[in-house]
T-cell receptor, first 112, second 115 residues
Framework: AQSVTQLGSHVSVSEGALVLLRCNYS??????LFWYVQYPNQGLQLLLK??????LVKGINGFEAEFKKSETSFHLTKPSAHMSDAAEYFC??????????FGAGTRLTVKP | GAVVSQHPSWVICKSGTSVKIECRSL??????MFWYRQFPKQSLMLMAT?????????EQGVEKDKFLINHASLTLSTLTVTSAHPEDSSFYIC???????????FGSGTRLTVV
């Protein structure tokens, strides 16, 4: 079965600093990987996804992630944090046709 | 883009009563819908997967008689929490997939509080 592990339940950065949220996956077959953002009491908004093709994926709001098969990783980055980026971020994985499994989540705090 | 409407956004009910949550795909036909439960400051836990016209597949540990899922049409799935108890209080989120390999679209969630 597929799974993801998010390293760090809480990440704090200063406004303008680099954002790095870590995600490692476990899968017996090539996975589809996703990053979602969740604001309080709201559903999930898709930031980006990797299915096949280019391993560097660009998403909305300046986020991007790189699929590294050798490291089984799909870390999320943003060059410069904005106050509005403060939220909960979830990494997720599917095996194409299967249900989506989520990591534990990482809460991003952005300091002025 | 694909939109999933989830209703109600929040509900308060008394212990012992039943509550129905609806999940509708507004501009696409959802062959598969998923129901998740999220406790405060925790991740989403898959409860069940439902395919249109067939019985839902529940995850281990989820009581199928308590959490009734119906996916009678390609645009509507419902989750009914029967004989609700305070421990059922949680945030419930649905997700819909248009077709095999298609994207996943999430509803905005339902905050259930059982008093």
């Amino acid at each position: 079965a597929q799974s993801v592990t998010q390293l760090g339940s809480h990440v704090s950065v200063s406004e303008g600093a680099l954002v790095l949220l870590r995600c490692n996956y476990s899968s017996s077959v090539p996975p589809y990987l996703f990053w979602y953002v969740q604001y309080p009491n709201q559903g999930l908004q898709l930031l980006l996804k990797y299915t096949t093709g280019a391993t560097l994926v660009k998403g909305i709001n300046g986020f991007e992630a790189e699929f590294k098969k050798s490291e089984t990783s799909f870390h999320l980055t943003k060059p410069s944090a904005h106050m509005s980026d403060a939220a909960e971020y979830f990494c997720a994985v599917t095996l194409g046709n299967n249900d989506m499994r989520f990591g534990a989540g990482t809460r991003l705090t952005v300091k002025p | 883009g694909a939109v999933v409407s989830q209703h109600p956004s929040w509900v308060i009910c008394k212990s012992g009563t039943s509550v129905k949550i609806e999940c509708r795909s507004l501009d696409f036909q959802a062959t598969t819908m998923f129901w998740y439960r999220q406790f405060p400051k925790q991740s989403l836990m898959l409860m069940a997967t439902s395919n249109e016209g067939s019985k839902a597949t529940y995850e281990q540990g989820v009581e199928k008689d308590k959490f009734l899922i119906n996916h009678a049409s390609l645009t509507l799935s419902t989750l009914t929490v029967t004989s609700a108890h305070p421990e059922d209080s949680s945030f419930y989120i649905c997700s819909a997939r248009e077709r095999t390999g298609g994207g996943y679209t999430f509803g905005s969630g339902t905050r259930l509080t059982v008093v």
